[in-house]
DNA sequence: CTACATGCAAACCCTTTGCAGGCTG
DNA sequence: CAGCCTGCAAAGGGTTTGCATGTAG
């Protein structure tokens, strides 16, 4: 359990890291933006993450919150899940390494173990003369939770 | 050959006929929509459906392919592709059945071959409990016309 | 005559951008 | 003082909606 706050707070130290080293500041909004991200699994949306960050910094706006996040994209430290045709969710880690269990009902979205699909992707791109650069995974079902709740 | 033809040919006559069962009317333009979507490989967007009606029907706007295609999807008869955060591309077929390949570079989708993945969603799922109801997989990399244009 | 189909334009949502002012190094 | 950070408001792209008109059954 420590382990995995301890990992967390070591890629937040990172991103961090080389945010400065690409000549960004490290304000504290985006200190929270990025904490949001790495430590929420729930992969949120924009606004999302603009309502947490506003708990602490009320004045912030979606503007900050896009530019941060843009920023985070482009550097390969966050991904950008198109679960639905509305606002895209951002997971704080490689989103090609794990599949997404989404439910339908209630929108959770889970992570599922790395690896599942092992070399099958591989396999399928070279049939075509394809290189492979990543594969994303969806499953949509109903979470234990909402099948409880539809026998009432 | 024919045999595929024959297939979709059927497929439409089908949706036609769901279509009328349902209390909407069957028009030239909806025929051409529907033609389009099943009959394109290319998993078109709006607007590429909206240019390609418009050859035959010069005045169709583009709420009507929205509208047609919204029922459509209702209907199950057509999925909504969320490949990227942009407009989306819509599948004559079931999405959750085949994965596709994405080209990062020039954005061709094609269609791989069913059950790739076999099993291997049903068995995650259950780990979780939830109950399964479909899988999307979507593969980027790059397809051989765009890896010749990068070495000239 | 009722109900659906169409085109237009406006509204909507999410996201991006430009700009002026503020702050950091 | 150069360059990044922020908030605001405006613009942008894709999609949906309301309404008046047209048309099929």
Do not use: W
């Amino acid at each position: 359990m420590d382990d995995k706050v301890q990992v967390k707070q070591n890629r937040i130290d990172n991103i961090m890291t080389r945010f400065k080293g690409l000549g960004y500041r490290i304000t504290p909004q985006r200190m929270a933006i990025v904490d949001i991200l790495i430590q929420d699994a729930n992969h949120p949306t924009v606004e999302q993450v603009y309502q947490k960050v506003r708990n602490d910094f009320p004045m912030t706006s979606r503007a900050t919150v896009y530019k941060t996040i843009g920023l985070l994209k482009d550097m390969g430290e966050i991904s950008e899940l198109n679960i639905s045709n509305s606002s895209s969710h951002y997971d704080g880690f490689n989103s090609e390494k794990h599949p997404h269990l989404v439910c339908n009902c209630c929108n959770e979205i889970i992570d599922l173990a790395e690896d599942v699909f092992g070399q099958v992707p591989q396999e399928a791109v070279q049939q075509h003369g394809y290189i492979l650069q990543g594969h994303y995974v969806t499953i949509y079902g109903i979470c234990p939770k909402c099948q409880e709740l539809s026998k009432s």
